[in-house]
């Protein structure tokens, strides 16, 4: 296993030609007005791990460039595909037109959510997570084909987003 330092993290800049040999997998991470800039970046880093397709950052969202997401992202926002989208819906209802059928997942603690680990994951799917607080918004999560949630047998009642979304993401990954 290579080891590299925070330094040699930071500074890590791909080679294009390497980039273009890279297969995009057929995902799409959303991200609901997720508010904290280093809980955005790690967002990227997850994304880079799997290599999504795409990063959709909706609403209040903050948006590369911007320090923070830049370094928590080490630097994966340079190669990343994002993208911007006003609302969560209008990203939503565009992912659904252009490309037939896509799985909406949102993960989030609901009434109507199922275990992450019992859902049949099909490509190509889009994972929805939320803000830090509010969660994944109710008008989002009525366009949802499914919501999934974590089990929690501690006294915490919640996992951050990015943790949640990595528990999934790599469940969805054994697809692949």
Known sequence: MVKLCAKELRTTVPDPADLKKI????????????????NIGSIFRLADSVAAEKVILCGETERPPHTRIKKASINTTEWVNWEYAETTVSAISNLKSQISNIQIIAIEQDKKSVPYDKVDYAFPVALIVGH?????????????????????????????????????????????
């Open 23 to 38: 297969k995009k997998n057929p995902v799409y991470i959303v991200l609901d007005n997720v508010l904290d800039t280093y």
């Open 132 to 176: 830090e607080t509010t969660g994944v918004s109710k008008e989002v999560l009525d366009l949802c084909d499914k919501i999934v949630e974590i089990p929690m047998w501690g006294v915490n009642v919640s996992l951050n987003v990015v943790v949640s979304l990595g528990i999934v993401l790599f469940k969805v990954m054994e697809k692949i």
